[in-house]
């Protein structure tokens, strides 16, 4: 009775519609709405696809405890993967997922992936989600947007109104999820583009980054690295207009110069504080380029919490609409609280095994 006399009360009106509308959330906060889509920071789950749990017998190629789904559902919001052509059933080739070669880690087709993106999509109509999608045998424009278009997901792709360079602008998060247009994509690199997909966007048109392979937490570095004309030169990187993708990742170097991520430093890596904290990694970019990331790539997302770091530099607090994950390393299933390494070594040699092999060395490794 009481609220039906006050919505008929008409000089309530405005004022019921202005909480209701700030009640909306975009990318999990209402703060963000109307932010440009370069403003805030994204956080990333690198090697999305490349799995460390059962469905690879907790390979040591895999980046990420939990799938896709789970990444997004939990508030990732880039998703980077490498695409490789193999072998179809049908004697033709495919473009799969594939982590360096498809005999390591075969995470299944391009197509299938995006698919999974977009039924969650579907089902998430206020979120904007980017991809990054390394093209390591380099599948033309015509190739991959074939693929976006069998999966459905192109419905969703946004075209810049000049994809060849980098906007002045880029649109707010509010603008993308009115026009239903929340899909951004990314190629490293587009060689051969095509008039047919204009949202499949060459990376380092749009994009710099910082370097990747870093194997010791004191060694991080925020300066541009690729593409190689901003390289070492950060005020050139942000007077070309191309947004900065943060990698945040440690790798393990092991024989051979093979490399497999970090994972008894990970809590640190991607925690608020420490020696190469996320946190405090996010914090020195930002000061070199007085502006925080817009993109930031990290392994196993759930550990830190990752989230924690990139909600702060977003300024966002109580954000909304997030599944919650464990935070825990999780090998073979069971949570690796005290940051050693037991129980895991029986599966990670049965997948060193796969690796040897796989690279023609020849040698066995126990
Ligand atoms: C984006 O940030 C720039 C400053 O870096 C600011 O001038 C601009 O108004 C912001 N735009 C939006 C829509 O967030
Ligand atoms: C992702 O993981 C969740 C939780 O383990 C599972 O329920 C879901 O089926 C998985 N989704 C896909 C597409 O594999
Ligand atoms: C495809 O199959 C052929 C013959 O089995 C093999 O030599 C080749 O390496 C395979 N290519 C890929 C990309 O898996
Ligand atoms: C990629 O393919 C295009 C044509 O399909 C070719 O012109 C270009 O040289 C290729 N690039 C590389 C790096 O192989
Ligand atoms: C949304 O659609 C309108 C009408 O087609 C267009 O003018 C506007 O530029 C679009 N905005 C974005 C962010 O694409
Ligand atoms: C870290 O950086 C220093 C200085 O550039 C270099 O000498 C050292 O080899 C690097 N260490 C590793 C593990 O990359
Ligand atoms: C991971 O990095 C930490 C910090 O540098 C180091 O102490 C540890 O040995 C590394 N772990 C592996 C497996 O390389």
């Not at 051969?192 to 949202?199: D, H, K, R």
Request: proline share 5%; charged share 15%; glycine share 10%.
């Amino acid at each position: 009775m009481l609220l039906k006399s006050l919505l008929q009360t008409a000089s309530l009106l405005p004022l019921f519609y202005t909480i209701t509308s700030a009640q909306t959330a975009c990318n999990n906060s209402p703060s963000l709405c109307s932010k440009a889509y370069n403003n805030i920071t994204h956080l990333g789950a690198h090697d999305s696809a490349f799995l460390r749990d059962q469905s690879t017998s907790f390979s040591t190629a895999g980046n990420q405890y939990f799938n896709t789904t789970t990444q997004l559902a939990a508030g990732v919001r880039l998703l980077s993967a490498q695409i490789h052509k193999a072998n179809g059933t049908n004697g033709g080739s495919e473009w799969h997922l594939c982590h360096t070669t498809c005999d390591l880690l075969d995470a299944g087709t391009l197509a299938k992936w995006l698919g999974e993106i977009k039924a969650w999509m579907d089902k998430t109509p206020n979120e904007v989600v980017t991809l990054l999608l390394v093209n390591s045998d380099n599948a033309s424009g015509n190739d991959l947007g074939a693929e976006f278009t069998a999966s459905g997901i192109s419905k969703y792709a946004y075209a810049p109104p000049a994809p060849s360079k980098p906007p002045t602008t880029w649109p707010t998060l509010d603008s993308l999820i009115s026009n239903n247009t929340r899909l951004i994509t990314f190629v490293a690199s587009l060689g051969t583009a095509s008039s047919n997909y204009p949202y499949l966007l060459d990376e380092f048109t749009h994009v710099f980054e910082n370097k990747f392979e870093t194997t010791s937490p004191g060694n991080y570095s925020c300066q541009p690295d690729r593409p190689s004309d901003v390289s070492g030169q950060p005020l050139e990187a942000l007077k070309s207009g191309r947004m900065f993708l943060q990698n945040h990742f440690l790798y393990s170097t092991q024989l051979f110069g093979l490399e497999t991520p970090n994972t008894t430093y990970i809590k640190t890596t991607n925690g608020p504080t420490g020696t190469g904290s996320l946190g405090e990694q996010l914090g020195e970019c930002r000061n070199l380029y007085g502006k925080a990331p817009t993109f930031v790539l990290v392994d196993f997302f759930n550990v830190g919490p990752a989230l924690q770091s990139i909600d702060g530099i977003n300024g966002v607090s109580g954000a909304v609409g997030r599944q919650s994950v464990s935070a825990e390393i999780l090998e073979q299933g069971v949570a690796r609280n005290d940051g050693t390494d037991k129980g895991a070594g029986v599966k990670r040699r049965a997948s060193w095994g796969v690796l040897v092999l796989a690279t023609g060395v020849g040698f066995f490794m126990l």
